[in-house]
């Protein structure tokens, strides 16, 4: 039934746009879940939007627009019922150097840039979710993305002390940020300083005992924690105020400045050669960090929901809410980790959560771009620092460092060309350094010789457990599949073991752990048995598994095998003669 | 004791200088094997050293400079008792179009970018035998090097094809060959090509009956295999006697000009910056090619032989090979298959052949030198095409697509890159492909639900056999190692599995086939585990491998398993109570 579901026109354009099945099932249950969860994810996303888009160095109204289209467009076509999608800091910065040069030119370019990033990498995702070329993003192996984000907070945290301190200045990495950071310490604004530090302290409390506190003063566990996800909106609408205010001292403290009012024009991505070529690379890079972040958070939250999740269909809906940011002066977005949790916390049932969040930051600009212009950008650098130091997680680096060195070594070079040098460089070198060590493991595989333990059918390691052996049957076991990387590593290895065992009559392979072989396997087995047939030595396989059973039968090794495949190890040794012979 | 021999100063000595070893069981019996062989070698040798570095597009007697000092080199440093090394045509063909834009400028420039090449190709061999970096040779899967191969070796006989026609030509791949003979086909010069079509007959007929037809003459098989041998070398005398006649006929034939009478004098290696610079690549192409040609026909013939070989020492010895071809004026060598088929079947013994092979050089470049300047290039180009064309295999595209689709689309993109575009593409774009669909094919292992057997220990796939399962304990069966390119595949697998499953109450994941376990899939592990243990269901995992054991207990998911590790599937199956609860 599933099939033919599929098969059919409404199967295909249920599975496309997911909103035409889940729709037909509303009803005021779900909306109450999900409309509270878009009330908190708003309060959340105001401060957030702001905050992100001034960290990509654009206008901060951008964010303010990348937090309504992007979340209808993923409303429509997304899967998973908790994510959250919109600006986030990681894919922020990654905008922030792409976008650097253009906004130096002039805001107007700097907008221009964000867009064209965010249409490109929508029409990457859209591309990758029709050509079903998602798994692309498991090459970014945990050690990789542990490292990255840690090292992007970071640099996210430092990028903000320039504007904690009442001046500006910016960098792509640690070393440039810190050369800035000592250059202008003279023109340090106190006040500035002075007020970064309490609402720092303010966001601080907030996020580690705020609910405990309003708890203690009478609030419900579900009010308690609203009103604290509330406070970087209070923060913010309070620093709009103290700005308003005629205090001398407050003269000195910088403003966003002027944004226009009321939502979004729309308007087609723009095509220009230049910006494409030069803004493809980093546009994929955001593309396949944001597709990480998002897919995580998304499959984390189904399977504790038991709930499923298309991981294509989520490539597809990620690339419309791209293209809709695009459509509508934003900047590139994906599912929000913090946000996505909350969003799942606080009831959110459907995608129609994202909806109505959409329906609240229309309300949100609607009301606030008005005030927005004497909003005081340290507010939004507090709230980002605060963010983001959450993610950073040392710790990893130690747990990593205990379980393996090969780890280790990506999660460490990816760390720190991330910090030293720029993003792209960390994570370039963090996928080929992971994929280089697997590619580098896989071509050396373990392999043993075993022997029978005595009295059962069992067969282990001659050099781990106390086994029988027979002296002219030499078995050897394969622990990983063969093929091109480690097919000559296997040929060395039975080079050595004939010239190790001058009375050795035959040469049993045991294939219990071989998942897969190709070609370049075949033809070394081909060799293996040519040269072993000269020499009168019998050449055998043993627990060889269906998949490679099929492969092995379109050769010819199957013909020309100077010996036979048995069922079992156990089967082998039986039949070689060895039981009554063993030593 | 063989680990306190290798530890010793003695030890380490013989281990990397391998003559040390040898020699000093060297007696008249090993002495008479290797002269032998050593004298046939130098029968074919002397044509294709001449043959290649023509190929090459450097003077012919390039060619027999870099077949003296390298195999003195070799023979010092190598482990194989068969491998003849010296020029061979595919690395020669390699170096021409490396060598052409230099060489167009002058001969002697011409001269020194080979000897570049040879030195950077030494260098290389010998910083990858340090620094046991052979196995990146392993990259270069069997159907990547038989496309190449095949192509080149098409590419080779198509460049002698205006030799043969009387006129000269060049070209990086088949499109430009062709059109340049098209251009040219008015200047063919009849004497020539009449008497390069006698040429190519004789030698075919002598490779495909020659043995056969001087045995019916009467010579033992030795004799005649060896006569036949010798058939290249005599046609190259002939054919300079024949230059030497009065015929009118034979004054338009192009011969290879004069040729310094002589050794090679010795230099230093030239350091050029700008050489260098532009000649890493197409060196460490050849190295890369070169030393798997090599090593693949040493490891087939020691294995014939119940030899040992050491890869690592290969490449040492190789290195050394080519900084002495760079000290005397050669080109790049390698190990050629052909010739050390010869050698072994002929009765080389020990390394020492290669001694006596270069002695039979230097002999015979004194005697031959000073008469090798009227010598017709068109028999150097039959030897060639005869040569080349019997590596040619085209029945390996049908075997590799019989076998296997994957390895189909490395061999036949390789291949036709190489004869469409040019070597270096062919072989970049063929490795690419190979690491990427093998990445691609384990980023989707498979995995099977499995069920007992009824009345055995055995638990089988499901969907293939007739088995018993129950409804609240699912087994699911991984058949690869998880590693980070598949990690994020079994989250997905399992939060379909308990979308499915509404009734589960315990997971089991079977790991007979998990050889290896990496951080990014014991975080998935644990992510997986988390989410089961929420909704209250157990999570299990069933046949661990010791390697993956130790790696699970050095991190935190052991002691947060909301289930058991069971030795056996069978006894995971009796203690979660399925025995008595079958449906």
Chains 1, 2 share one sequence.
Request: proline share 4%; charged share 15%.
């Amino acid at each position: 039934m599933a099939t033919s579901e599929k098969t059919t026109l409404k199967g295909i354009l249920t599975r496309y746009i997911p909103i035409l099945d889940w729709s037909q099932r509303y009803n005021k249950k779900l909306a109450i879940g999900d409309i509270t969860a878009a009330l908190i994810v708003t309060l959340m996303l105001v401060p957030q939007a702001l905050a992100y888009s001034m960290l990509a160095g654009l206008p901060p109204h951008v964010g303010l627009y990348a937090s309504m289209l992007p979340l209808v467009a993923y409303a429509i076509f997304g899967t998973s019922n908790s994510l959250a999608v919109g600006p986030v800091a990681v894919a922020a910065l990654m905008t922030a150097s792409a976008v650097a040069p253009y906004a130096a030119q002039s805001i107007e370019m700097g907008m221009i840039s964000a867009v064209i990033l965010a249409t490109i990498s929508g029409l990457l995702l859209l591309a990758s979710g029709i050509l079903r070329l998602g798994f692309l993003a498991n090459f970014l192996s945990h050690p990789v993305i542990s490292g990255f984000i840690s090292a992007a907070s970071i640099i996210i945290a430092t990028s903000q002390v320039p504007t904690l301190l009442g001046f500006s200045g910016s960098g792509d990495n640690m070393i440039a940020l810190g050369s800035t950071i000592m250059d202008r310490l003279e023109s340090l604004h106190t006040p500035t300083l002075i007020m970064s530090v309490i609402t720092i302290a303010l966001l601080l409390v907030s996020r580690c005992y705020g609910t405990k506190i309003l708890g203690l003063l009478g609030l419900s566990k579900f009010s308690a924690q609203t009103a604290n996800r509330a406070v970087p909106a209070i923060l913010v609408v309070a620093g709009t105020f103290l700005m308003q205010s005629n205090y001398e001292w407050v003269k000195g403290i910088k403003t966003v400045g002027d944004i226009p009012a009321g939502l979004p024009g729309l308007s087609a991505p723009l095509i220009d050669g230049n910006m494409w070529h030069a803004l493809w690379l980093p546009a994929l890079l955001i593309t396949i960090v944001g597709y990480v972040e998002s897919i995580s958070v998304a499959q984390s939250l189904a399977m504790k929901r038991k709930e499923r999740i298309d991981p294509n269909q989520e490539l597809i809906a990620l690339g419309f809410a791209n293209i809709a940011a695009a459509v509508s002066s934003g900047l590139p977005v994906t599912g929000g980790v913090s946000r996505s949790v909350v969003n799942s916390d606080a009831g959110a049932l459907t995608p129609a959560a994202g909806l109505f969040t959409a329906m609240g930051m229309v309300g949100a600009s609607l009301l606030i771009t008005g005030w927005l212009g004497s909003l005081p950008k340290f507010i939004l650098s507090a709230t980002i620092v605060v963010a983001v130091l959450s993610i950073v997680d040392l710790s990893i680096f130690m747990k990593t460092l205990r379980l393996s060195t090969k780890d280790f070594l990506a999660l460490a070079i990816t760390f720190s060309l991330t910090l030293l040098i720029n993003i792209e460089w960390g994570i370039s070198a963090g996928v080929l350094i992971s994929i280089g060590l697997h590619l580098y493991s896989s071509s050396k595989p373990h392999t043993a010789i075993v022997g029978r333990i005595a009295g059962t059918e069992h067969f282990r390691n001659i050099d781990r457990h106390k086994v029988e052996v027979c002296t002219d049957v030499v078995t050897l076991r394969i622990d990983e599949s063969l093929y091109f990387a480690n097919a000559r590593f296997l040929e060395q290895r039975v080079l050595e073991l004939i010239a190790e065992n001058p009375k050795i009559k035959h040469l049993v392979l045991m294939f219990s752990a071989v998942n897969e072989i190709d070609s370049s396997a075949i033809e070394i087995l081909e060799t293996i048995n040519h040269a072993l047939k000269q020499q009168g030595i019998g050449f055998h396989l043993s627990e060889v598994k269906g998949p490679v059973m099929d492969y092995l039968k379109r050769s010819d090794l199957i013909n020309t095998l100077n010996g036979k495949i048995f069922m079992t190890q156990f089967k082998a040794y039986e039949e070689l003669a060895c039981i009554n012979n063993n030593k």
